[in-house]
Structure formats: structure tokens, C-alpha cells
């Protein structure tokens, strides 16, 4: 069932990057499940998803990344967290994976799909967006994060989204760069603390007309 306007802006000013967790509320598997779809559904440049998601459990691993993450107990105290990762680069290999993939999902055969494989090694590999190819893949992991986010907020769930760490330590915490991705993001998941107090701080945000234009 679709949203009405309203409670789909209600629960975006519910919304907030939450600093305080409550550790004793853990979300349900069901809803976690649903979170973890709500990634794998995340769009993206031609479908490619040059993205991994690491949903982090052990808890002594997760004190370590707090070291990482400026002391930010959020990554700790969250029931759940999810570090975003960006391929670091894009190869023929990948390329041939997508296609199998589109092949088993859609049907068809690899050979009808040539012309548009060949497409996309003129860009992400030979072209200019090859060139900085690792920056294309940071920006989809943006993508994901909105919309993890958003859907968070839908279902009453807090985040918050978080770039402050050090990503080459994450990285070699988590063994990230032999897999051929690197963290982008994190992102702890939960309930918030009632100790939370910007919990109930207005948002600030510019005027409607000072940031939506119609031509």
C-alpha cells in the first residue's frame, strides 16, 4: 500500500542521525530482513551495484571500529551496522557477472546482450569514466544510503549516517581491500536513546523556495 504525502513526510521529520542509541532494543529479524532488501533494491548507473554491504555483528569488531570512528559509540550501541563499501575499480570480469545475472533473472541468452556489454566497457573501462571509476562507485554507495535511510524512517527504525572514520584503518580492520572493494559509509541502525536530546530538536533546513526552483 502506498503512503500518503503526509505520513511520508512524517516520518522524514522523524528522521533524524540518531546519537544515541537505546542498547537494549534490537530490531526484529523480520524488519532487519526487510532493511537488507531495501539495499539490494537500491538503483544505480546501468544497474551495475558496484557496491558490497557489510552488516557487522561481532561485537568485539564493532568496539574496534569505534577506535576508527572518532569514538563514536553509534557504531557499537546500534542494534545493527552497516558498513557500505565501493568497488575500487570495474573489469571485464564484473561486466560478464552483471550480464549472467541479467541473463538468469531476465532470460535470453548473453550473446543478445553483447552490444550493450560492449557499451559498458566503452565507459567504466575505456572511456572517461574509467578514469575515475573508483569515485562513480563512491557516489552509487550514496545512492543506497538514502534510500537504506529513507526506508529506516518508514518503518520507525533511527540511523546514522556516518563518514566520520578513518577509512584506510576500517579498511584494513574489515580486510576490505583484497576483496577488491572499500568502506564509504557506515551506517548504525536501531531505536534511539530517550537520553538522546537532539532527538527533539527542530530540524533546520532552508526555506522551501530558497532551494526548490521551477522553471
Known sequence: ??????????????????????VSRKITAEDWSALEE??????????MQPWKFLVITDKALREKLVGV???????????????????????EEDLDRFITRMVE?????????????????????????GQYISEWAIRQCYIALGQFMASAAIMGIDTCPMEGFDPAAVNEILQLPETGYRAVLLCPAGYRSEDDRFASLPKVRFKTEDVIEHR
Open 1 to 22: 500500500m502506498a503512503l500518503s504525502g503526509s505520513e511520508l513526510i512524517d516520518s522524514l521529520q522523524w528522521r533524524y542521525a540518531t546519537k544515541v542509541f537505546d
Open 38 to 47: 531495501s539495499l539490494v533494491l537500491t538503483p544505480s548507473s546501468y544497474g
Open 69 to 91: 570512528s572518532w569514538n563514536q559509540r553509534q557504531v557499537a550501541d546500534a542494534s545493527h551496522l552497516v558498513v557500505l563499501a565501493a568497488k575500487i575499480t570495474v573489469t
Open 105 to 129: 533473472v531476465r532470460g535470453g541468452s548473453p550473446e543478445s546482450l553483447l552490444r550493450f556489454r560492449d557499451m559498458l566497457a566503452r565507459d567504466l573501462i575505456n572511456g572517461e569514466r
